[in-house]
């Protein structure tokens, strides 16, 4: 069955850029009916949707965080990977990646999630 | 966009029924048939439990249902187990190619 798998640096200084990548196996990032996504999870909070990608490239990001996110897809490595720049502390959290069903709208399976920790 | 509104926690005990809310607008799931519902224990990834806002993926226990009234959509537990105990989470597409999950519930089994 389908897996994910986030990697990525675990700490990463203020004002600089966050990135993650996020590996599929048992499936193929170029299937016509998913698209794959980014969630975070603060510290004991709840999840944010951060956004998603179809493997042509099409994107969709959560409004707040538009204008520092980027979603890209690499079919030839069936990947796709996370861009967030000037980051703070507010950006500390587990990040997940996750397959996305659309028009049924759920995300399932999910990585088994990565901390970045945003400190200096 | 802002997050659905769901009960910080929720408690019940074995073999009782619960229920947990989560509330949004007009403009999310009063809208829209596209709630779904994560179930997620400590230190691990969230796992789908309901989708279209009451189906079950397969091999999901038909203990867990989902519903929606007007603007605010609901999970039932019935029969709880103790390995129900974890958070819960909504999540609804929120019109233009958009989502919002809501803040959790922490159900604990008593």
């Known amino acids: 069955q389908v897996q994910l798998q986030e990697s990525g640096p675990g700490l990463v200084k203020p004002s600089e850029t966050l990135s993650l990548t996020c590996t599929v196996s048992?499936?193929?990032?170029?299937?016509?009916?998913?698209?794959w996504g980014w969630i975070r999870q603060p510290p004991g909070k709840g999840l944010e949707w951060i956004g998603s990608?179809?493997?042509?490239?099409?994107?969709y990001y959560n409004p707040s965080l538009k204008s520092r996110v980027s979603i890209a897809v690499d079919t030839s490595k069936n990947q796709f990977s996370l861009k967030l720049s000037s980051v703070t502390a507010a950006d500390t959290a587990v990040y997940y990646c996750a397959r996305f069903l659309p028009h049924s709208d759920w995300f399932d399976p999910w990585g088994q999630g990565t901390l970045v920790t945003v400190s200096s | 966009q802002s997050a659905l509104t769901q009960p910080a926690s929720v408690s019940g005990s074995p073999g009782q029924s619960i229920t947990i809310s989560c509330t949004g607008t007009?403009?999310?799931?009063?809208?829209?048939?596209?709630v779904s519902w994560y179930q997620q224990h400590p230190g691990k990834a969230p796992k789908l439990m309901i989708y279209?806002?009451?189906k079950r993926p397969s091999g999901v226990s038909n203990r867990f249902s989902g519903s929606k009234s007007g603007n605010t959509a609901s999970l039932t537990i019935s029969g709880l187990q103790a390995e129900d105990e974890a958070d819960y989470y909504c999540?609804?597409?929120?019109?233009?190619?958009?989502?919002?999950f809501g803040g959790g519930t922490k159900l604990t089994v008593l």
């Open positions: 048992g499936g193929f990032i170029s299937s016509s009916s998913y698209y």
């Open positions: 007009s403009s999310d799931v009063g809208t829209y048939n596209l």
């Open positions: 279209e806002g009451s």
């Open positions: 999540c609804s597409y929120a019109g233009t190619s958009t989502w919002v």
């Open positions: 990608i179809y493997y042509s490239g099409s994107t």
